[in-house]
């Protein structure tokens, strides 16, 4: 009898603190998020299937769902229409829900500015980028080094950079694991490096390593979300807790886009980043 007094008392106290202990998080209204990556991989192709992912943000712990855009088109306003049924705009189509597709000229996305252009919910989102030239990659190679645990898996990776050119480089290994790098010492020279996977990669599996060229904006963008993932379990390209802001901007009331400086509410833009980004990619089985 004294065993199950002591049992009941702890599960009404435990009960008790159930009732009691409330957790306050950050709250903010729903806000677009914009996936706009367009990668490049053959810029001798004739065409390209450009896709951008729409996502509205609903709470702290990074819950989305997709939005439905009213508009969605890309402009380029240095392009030079081939033919009376050629124009310098793209209309995008949706078709998931949340993602958007168009199949558009080579010619039109590695030459000239690139406007992204956004209507949600009667509010106007603006982007504005151009294409990025990378370097290719020369290998790709698995070494045998360890960092802290000793059950990292290694991987070597070699390239070339233009030495004409002051270049920033995306690299992409696969599961959400990014890394950002610029030229700055090593222009016009072969560099290598290692990066190490955890110990989820395993033997037999197939990993893909891409580098994209990027500009020094989606740089600082990316170098600050991949801090933040670092301390996190998200990747870059999923929502961050907390608020890092990329390149689209709304531009609802603002009169002349060349000039920022009419906005009214600077904090209604969304999440996420335009750019176009020549890549390439080099696959390892690791061993």
């Given at each position: ?21 409330e957790?306050?998080?950050?709250s903010?209204p ?5 996936d ?8 001798t192709?004739?065409a ?5 992912k729409?996502?509205?943000t609903?709470s702290f ?13 890309i ?7 081939s ?13 998931v829900?949340?993602v958007?597709?168009?199949n558009?000229?080579?010619r ?5 500015e ?9 509010q106007?989102?603006?982007?504005i ?12 190679s ?5 960092l ?6 290694e ?5 070339t ?15 959400d ?13 072969t560099?290598?490096?290692?990066y ?26 990316m170098?600050q ?8 379990s ?23 886009i ?30």
């Open positions: 009898m004294k065993l199950f007094s002591v049992l009941l008392g702890l599960l009404l106290v435990i009960t008790s603190c159930e009732d009691v202990i957790v306050d998080t950050p903010e729903p806000r677009l998020a914009i706009g990556l367009i990668r490049i991989s053959d810029t192709a004739t390209q299937t450009v896709r951008i729409a996502e509205l609903s712990f990074g819950e989305v769902s997709p939005a439905n855009l009213e508009s969605i088109s402009t380029n306003l240095d392009y030079v229409p033919g009376p049924l050629d124009s310098n705009v793209r209309q995008l189509t949706e078709v829900p949340g958007y597709e168009s558009i000229n080579t039109f996305l590695v030459e000239g690139l406007n992204l252009s956004i209507t949600h919910e009667g106007r989102y603006l982007a980028t151009e294409f990025a030239p990378s370097s290719p990659i020369d290998e790709v698995q070494g045998d080094g360890t802290f645990g000793g059950e990292e898996t991987v070597i990776i070699s390239f950079d233009d030495a004409e050119r002051n270049d920033y480089y995306l690299f992409d290994f696969d599961f694991e990014y890394l950002v790098t610029e030229d700055e010492f090593y222009n016009g020279q560099f290598e490096f290692s190490f996977y955890d110990d989820d990669v395993i033997p037999g599996m197939e990993v893909e390593i891409s580098i994209l060229g990027i500009d020094e904006s989606f740089y600082n963008y170098n979300l991949i801090v933040q993932a670092d301390s996190g998200q990747g870059p390209f999923q929502t961050p807790s907390a608020t890092v802001r990329g390149n689209i901007i709304n531009v609802t009331n603002i009169d002349n060349d000039t920022f400086d009419n906005v009214e509410d600077s904090n209604n833009f969304a999440l996420g980043y335009f750019a176009v980004s020549q890549t390439f990619s080099q696959s390892l089985t690791i061993e």
